[in-house]
């Protein structure tokens, strides 16, 4: 029962719905053909009883001229939209063709700055080995050569120099103080390498030595 009594209802709505719709455009109806259509068919009744030879004229006119009129707009509308279709279409190849050329002369220059970059790194890191060798190999000699090797291992492999070097302690004598403290000392953190650490003894190991 509460179904049907729901299907009821439901249809009741839809027609009290049907029937506002139909009351509105009957309003909108009477009141267009109250306003305009009475108005002007009472005008040209007026107007063909004044001026009947005119008013034939404009009447056989207006018929044979309707539909050459609709159709010149309906055409007019038609160009319109055709070239307006065709100009956009166009526009947007063209810019298409000139976007995809500026990727292609993007991309080359790109390739071109990083083989560029390549070439100029490889050379400027070549020049700095070139460079660093003949420094360590006129200050050091031929054991520069080894120097040299290792440095530039550290270059290739991307180690930090810190890496071979170790935190040691050293104890520096305190020159500063008097004779009877001179053989205390300060501890100073460095970071040498193992082979470069240099040894302090105090004065009386040296002088037992």
Do not use: C
């Not at 109806?29 to 002007?40: G, H, I, L, N, V």
């Not at 390549?118 to 020049?127: D, I, K, N, R």
Request: glycine fraction near 6%; aromatic fraction near 10%.
């Amino acid at each position: 029962m509460g179904v049907a009594a729901d299907k009821k209802s439901s249809k009741d709505e839809m027609a009290t719905q049907f029937d506002r719709s139909i009351s509105l455009v009957r309003d909108y109806t009477s009141r267009a053909e109250r306003d305009y259509a009475r108005p002007a068919i009472k005008k040209s009744r007026l107007f063909f009883e004044e001026r009947p030879i005119v008013a034939t004229f404009v009447a056989i006119f207006g018929s044979l001229s309707i539909l050459p009129v609709v159709s010149f707009l309906g055409v007019s509308l038609l160009v319109l939209i055709t070239f307006i279709t065709i100009a956009l279409a166009g526009a947007f190849l063209a810019a298409s063709v000139v976007i995809l050329g500026l990727f292609a002369v993007l991309g080359f220059i790109l390739v071109s700055a990083f083989f560029t970059s390549l070439v100029l790194t490889l050379f400027a890191f070549s020049s700095f080995l070139l460079f660093r060798l003949a420094v360590l190999v006129r200050q050091e000699g031929t054991s520069g050569m080894s120097s040299w090797a290792g440095e530039s291992k550290l270059h290739f492999t991307n180690s930090a120099p810190k890496k071979g070097l170790q935190n040691d302690s050293i104890f520096v004598p305190d020159d500063t103080r008097s004779d009877s403290t001179n053989e205390s000392g300060v501890i100073v953190q460095a970071h040498l390498p193992s082979d470069r650490i240099p040894e302090y003894r105090d004065d009386d190991s040296k002088v037992q030595g």
